[in-house]
T-cell receptor, first 114, second 115 residues
């Protein structure tokens, strides 16, 4: 039990639509990262937020954006969905004062784009 | 370029057998961190171990052990006396920046332990 909750667990959208995925933590950690995991692959880093600002980004286009809120929650927004966006999206929380310490992951949101 | 390579896609063993998962990494940094995570069918990644680049001591935790060799850029993971509950996908990951949360994951190895 990691104390990280993601919603919804599953989502079906059509190409061109927009989607918002949510994540919350019970642990009080202050950094949140989002990862995209395609079927049969390892997770790919999308971005990281600390103190409600983005402070690291992987190789993902601007239509992937996020928010971090003071109540230990976060959102991932994806605009203009493409078929290749179909994947499991994982959020992970960590403690900024402990660099490279372990992350606490949620169970993910499975997004299907038709 | 692939920073973390897990050459074994799937491994199937019978309960009580030992299983070793290979991980080879690539980095130019002198300071880096290596991780192993377990992903059961429920989907969440569960932290198993972290090792920094200056600590080459092997580690044992119960039935789990890890062999870190900088000379071959490898960080292998062994499950001794495997159990059905060990069935999962195991990921090796690399973090290169001191303050970064960015993990570069390998493609994962699916371990199936049969009763």
């Amino acid at each position: 039990e990691t104390g990280v909750t993601q919603s919804p667990t599953h989502l079906i959208k059509t190409r061109g639509q927009q989607v918002t995925l949510r994540c919350s933590s019970q642990s009080g950690h202050n950094t949140v990262s989002w990862y995209q995991q395609a079927l049969g692959q390892g997770p790919q880093f999308i971005f990281q937020y600390y103190r409600e600002e983005e402070n690291g980004r992987g190789n993902f286009p601007p239509r992937f954006s996020g928010l971090q809120f003071p109540n230990y929650s976060s959102e991932l927004n994806v605009n203009a969905l493409e078929l290749d966006d179909s994947a499991l999206y994982l959020c992970a929380w960590g403690e900024a004062s402990i660099p490279n310490e372990k992350l606490f992951f949620g169970s993910g949101t499975q997004l299907s784009v038709l | 370029a692939q920073k973390v390579t897990q050459a074994q896609t799937e491994i199937s063993v019978v309960e009580k057998e030992d299983v070793t998962l290979d991980c080879v990494y690539e980095t130019r940094d002198t300071t880096y961190y290596l991780f192993w995570y377990k992903q059961p069918p429920s989907g969440e990644l569960v932290f198993l171990i972290r090792r920094n680049s200056f600590d080459e001591q092997n580690e044992i935790s119960g039935r789990y052990s890890w062999n870190f060799q900088k000379s071959t850029s490898s960080f292998n993971f062994t499950i001794t006396a495997s159990q059905v509950v060990d069935s999962a996908v195991y990921f090796c990951a690399l973090s290169e920046a001191v303050l970064s949360r960015e993990l570069s994951f390998g493609a994962g190895t699916t371990v199936t332990v049969r009763a």
